[in-house]
């Protein structure tokens, strides 16, 4: 008898995560590729893969939700639920006690809230200029031409407290070139990148009460950014052990839910909408 898996497929603007998990909501396998120029066919690769990986097939899975910039193009998906309910949840399984969780993706940079019982309280996103995410740091990569890694690994070695004073990609970009003309060394700039994104988040997290995390794949790939949100926010943010996946390991976990209390068949009716959710 084939067991049965729940399925989340966090479709992003950057990449494509699959999470796969069990009836018990043990992780079985995850997979994550570049969201390219079509965010349905990602979605198939990457479910391919983690099933491949959980060594399932197709007709083991019992549900699936889509979430992220492209969930209405997962053709496997029974739900489309927002990003936002699905970092929540990722982050709440991990760390049950969070209250307050950074999401640092490629578009944007979301901060959701969860009320003393794990329930979505409210969130704020900055969806509308790319400073504070993850296009921000490459594009000042291209400029240097370096790796995002080599940034990341040049800010940790940096013991200076640099800032960058501009908030916007343009001028920052700018800004960069100047502190390099002035001698400025490449470690303490690369830190002051970091140090620029948190400084952004710290103005979104206008309040927080309890512990923080910190999800998305810049956080995933970049520790210096973690080590400049733990600076501006005067306390440790929880790093979880799949952060680019939280996304989709919430929307796993939607699905195994979903399934668990539903009475209807898996299969919706030809043509009709699937269910879009905030909570």
Known sequence: MTRAAYIG????????????????????????????????????????????????????????????????????????????TCHARGAREWYPQVRSIIDIGGQDTKVIWLNAHGRLADYRMNAKCAAGTGTFLESIALKLGVTLRKIDELALTSTARTVMNSYCTVFTGTEVIERIKAGEPRQDISMG????????????????????????????????????????????????????????????????EASLTATAPRQHAAGEPLRTELE
């Open 193 to 256: 990148l970091f140090r620029s994104i948190a400084a952004r988040v710290f103005e979104m997290l206008a309040s927080r009460d309890g512990p923080v995390a910190a999800t998305g794949g810049v956080v995933a790939h970049c520790r210096a950014l973690v080590r400049a949100l733990e600076e501006v926010l005067e306390t440790k943010v929880l790093l979880p052990p799949l952060p680019q996946h939280a996304g989709a390991y919430g929307a796993a976990l939607l699905a195994r």
């Open 9 to 84: 497929i966090d479709a992003g603007s950057s990449a494509t995560k699959c999470v796969v998990i069990d009836p018990a909501a043990r992780l079985l396998a995850h997979a994550v590729m570049p969201s390219g120029f079509d965010y349905g066919e990602a979605a198939e690769r990457a479910l391919a893969i983690a099933l491949d990986r959980a060594g399932l097939t197709p007709d083991a899975i019992a549900h699936c939700v889509s979430t992220g910039y492209g969930r209405d193009r997962v053709v496997a998906a029974d739900r489309h639920v927002t990003e936002v």
